[in-house]
């Protein structure tokens, strides 16, 4: 069996259900639960994107923590912009095909925002990390043939990095994991730093 990278002798708890965030924390080797927080996600008015995302991942873990207060929990929140507009999800294939329509050919940013909770403790740290992504231009075409295959239909952006809609994508600058929605170099600093994980030597 191969060996885990990180041994943890303390609780951790992902304030997430998304796959993509569970399959990094197991792929570091680490013991944890994943329990959904179920939050008010509604920005405010003018509040930039990484406060929003600052925001909603510290509310997250805090609204975990408060149930399971000697665990560390991992918040963290995802969004896509462009032209300093948060891009959200599609609910019909026709705004994903406006979404992508407005991505082709151009650079957007993906922002997260990461925070570690132990109320215990009274630890709340968050940062927030952006990755930008430059689309090649492909016509109307092959944007709705992506579409058919239903992938961007649960995405912010309107499309998922790490699946089918890589094709998309002309470069990347900054963190992959932290657009695909955890900045994982960061975590591991976090988790380092409190004492919540070590390296399996």
């Known amino acids: 069996m191969k060996n885990s990278l990180f041994t943890n002798d303390k609780q951790i708890i992902l304030a ?3 796959p993509r965030r569970v399959r990094f924390l197991k792929q570091l080797g680490l013991e944890f639960t994943a329990i959904p927080a179920a939050i ?3 920005g405010k008015s003018d509040e930039s994107p990484d406060a929003l995302v600052s ?14 207060p000697q665990a560390f929990v991992i918040g963290a929140d995802t969004i896509v912009t462009i032209d300093n507009r948060i891009i959200g999800k599609p609910d019909t294939p026709d705004q994903a095909l406006h979404i992508l329509q407005q991505l082709r050919g151009r650079s957007h940013q993906v922002v997260t925002g990461l925070c570690l909770h132990c109320r215990t403790m009274s630890l709340v740290t968050s940062v927030t990390r952006t990755t930008t ?3 090649g231009w ?6 709705r043939a992506y579409i058919k295959t239903g992938e961007p239909m649960d995405k912010a952006g ?6 089918t809609g890589g094709f998309l994508v002309e470069k990347i600058t900054g963190s992959c994991a932290n657009a695909i ?9 976090l988790l380092l730093r409190h004492g919540v994980i070590r390296p399996n030597t």
């Open 16 to 18: 997430s259900a998304s």
């Open 40 to 42: 008010d996600e509604t």
């Open 55 to 68: 925001r909603l991942a510290t509310a997250k873990a805090e609204s975990i923590g408060a149930l399971h």
């Open 133 to 135: 992504i430059t689309f």
């Open 138 to 143: 492909f016509p109307d075409p092959i944007l």
């Open 158 to 163: 309107a499309y998922g990095l790490q699946g």
């Open 181 to 189: 929605g955890l900045p994982t170099s960061e975590l591991v600093v």
